[in-house]
């Protein structure tokens, strides 16, 4: 089983439990205008690779001590890890049978099968929502909620960890409607953290790398977050019964 990779990051702690290596599988779907990992949507970028699911196990596995120790392991992230679910299985099969934590980040706009390949693989989700409302969360990310909110709900039932991902972008979903929303989602299918995730700009050099203009500018949610409005927006979460971080 192969599949495709755009980069491997080690020792990172803001990806799930412990020291942890990430995987970035390339391909996704959504066009979200703050991606901060554009080269992940071209199927032509450099930097991509295609590697066997053995070769890439036992390329996490070398820093399998830390792992072991912190109560970590490997997370899968992107692009999208869900539009190579046979490859994700083979991945997290081989890294569960090492004695390695598993997570993996997904945008949720997949089939639902893709989920369904990893049953019994994954100990915990950082299921990204970037809105709560449908024709918005469409128009931004060019995704349906829809599906993003059925996949959740269905997660929901099935025992593995379930963290939600909130980036958030001024003048899009920093407002306290969608924290309203969030809380009530929340809820609704028993998740009990979130992570608020800033808007920032960093990748502003990798969108002139692509040569195909740089992030948006203007008006309303150029500039990053500030720190009162991040606050402001956490705090309700927690009023509404969350444990939330910033940045993961
Ligand atoms: S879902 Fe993630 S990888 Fe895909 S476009 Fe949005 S931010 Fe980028």
């Not at 909620?145 to 099935?158: K, M, T």
Request: charged residues 25%; hydrophobic residues 40%; proline residues 6%.
């Amino acid at each position: 089983m192969r599949g495709v990779i755009f980069n491997l990051q080690r020792y990172c702690i803001h990806d799930g439990p412990g020291i942890r290596s990430v995987a970035f599988l390339a391909g996704c779907r959504l066009r979200c205008p703050w991606c901060c990992n554009p080269e992940s949507r071209e199927a032509d970028w450099p930097d991509n690779r295609e590697v066997a699911a053995e070769d890439l196990a036992a390329e996490l596995a070398e820093d399998a001590p830390y792992f072991l120790k912190s109560g970590g392991g490997v997370t899968l992230s992107g692009g999208e890890p869900l539009l190579q679910p046979e490859f994700c299985a083979a991945v997290l099969e081989r890294c569960r049978a090492r004695g390695f934590t598993t997570a993996v980040e997904t945008c949720g706009d997949v089939p639902a099968a893709a989920f369904a390949a990893l049953d019994g693989l994954v100990d915990l989700y950082l299921y990204d929502l970037k809105h709560t409302d449908p024709a918005r969360h469409r128009e931004l990310t060019g995704g349906s909620l829809e599906n993003v909110l059925a996949n959740l709900r269905a997660l929901a039932g099935r025992g593995q960890g379930l963290v939600l991902r909130l980036p958030l972008v001024p003048g899009m979903n920093l407002d306290a409607g969608h924290a309203r929303s969030v809380v009530r989602l929340a809820g609704e299918c028993g998740v009990a953290r979130a992570d608020l995730m800033p808007y920032h700009r960093l990748a502003e050099k990798k969108y002139a790398a692509l040569g195909r203009g740089g992030m948006p500018a203007g008006d309303a949610w150029a500039d990053p977050a500030a720190a009162d409005d991040l606050e402001q927006f956490a705090a309700a979460l927690r009023r509404g019964g969350l444990d939330v971080t910033i940045g993961g």
